[in-house]
């Protein structure tokens, strides 16, 4: 059975740092693309920062680059997203998503073929 658990949200101050950390188990994880999600109330989920399956692309979203970053530990089977500079903006649910031989423009992914965990929420204050 496939799981996917995030870690690492929090309440940050606003222009702190914060790393989010997702576990997959389950599944061959370097066969998955990975990437974070997230939905603030009131909107859309938004696919903020993803990797391709084989990690030699990235993905990131207008509204958080030169921000976020994504890494994987495939040791580990851990996928992470750093954020900097944070914005009150940032304040959202955070999930994280596998989808098997994926590519990165992960909002495209198919949500029929897609894990997903359960969220962290990350909230930015003023």
Do not use: H
């Not at 790393?19 to 696919?47: H, I, N, V």
């Not at 596998?98 to 073929?113: H, I, M, Q, T």
Request: glycine share 12%.
């Amino acid at each position: 059975q496939v799981q996917v658990v995030e870690s690492g949200g929090g309440l940050v101050q606003a222009g702190g740092s914060l790393r989010l950390s997702c576990t997959a188990s389950g599944l061959t994880f370097r066969d998955y693309a990975m990437g974070w999600f997230r939905q603030a109330p009131g909107k859309e989920r938004e696919g903020v920062s993803c990797l391709n399956w084989s990690g030699g692309s990235t993905y990131f979203a207008d509204s958080v680059k030169g921000r976020f970053t994504i890494s994987r530990d495939s040791a580990k089977n851990t996928l992470y997203l750093i954020i900097y500079n944070l914005k009150p903006a940032d304040t959202a649910m955070y999930y994280c998503a596998a989808v098997r031989y994926g590519g990165s423009f992960c909002p495209a992914w198919d949500d029929d073929n897609t894990y997903w965990g359960q969220g962290t929420q990350v909230t930015v204050s003023s």
